[in-house]
């Protein structure tokens, strides 16, 4: 890029992983990261998505996001915004095939940020209450599958406590950033062709 009028607005769990892919590829692309507990309040998600668009009017915006809000296409459009491919951050770090393979073995995908947050993120969600988390979890997975990055600390002791907390396995996997550069180098090549138009305008 010639100038500093892109930025990526999105999702902040994997923003170290984004960081470092930016540094390293010399992409001139600006960062503004959302909390990742937005993921399970819709009204939260789409209020701070909209004060993101307001922060960045005038500049080609975009988006670190997946399907994350039901009127997630809607938002885009009304900002002249697009997002990153993918149906999420884990399907956009690992690529569709894994994603979906372990999806259809009943993973719940489990990263740093989460783990470290996780009474923040997940138990205050459903009041603090336990018995109904690990019901709701066990219902709809089977497994923990930790994702370990490059960029990633040692979250191991919290992520087994969180396994004993749901009474599910925790199994872990060892992932590179190639799937993740790919999603964000089409995303900058597009906003570096001025595609769609400067938001706001």
Known sequence: MNNKNSVLLGCGILQREIRFLIEKNDWLVDTDFLDSSLHVNFERLEYALQRGFER????????????????????????????????????????????????????????????????????????????????????????????????????????QEIGGKLGMPVHWADVGLDNLEAVLHRAVNRVESNAPNTAGQ
């Not at 138990?123 to 497994?143: A, L, N």
């Open 56 to 159: 960045n009017k005038g500049r080609d915006i975009a988006v670190f996001y997946g399907c994350c809000h039901p009127r997630m296409e809607n938002l885009l459009e009304a900002a002249h915004a697009f997002r990153t491919e993918g149906q999420n951050c884990v399907e956009m770090l690992l690529g569709r095939a894994m994603f979906m393979d372990e999806l259809s073995k009943g993973a719940f995908f489990l990263m740093e940020d989460w783990a470290l947050r996780w009474d923040e993120v997940i138990g205050e969600t459903f009041g603090g209450k336990p018995d109904v988390v690990r019901e709701i979890f066990q219902i709809s997975s089977k497994y923990l599958l930790c994702l370990r990055t490059p960029c990633s600390g040692d979250f191991t002791t919290q992520a």
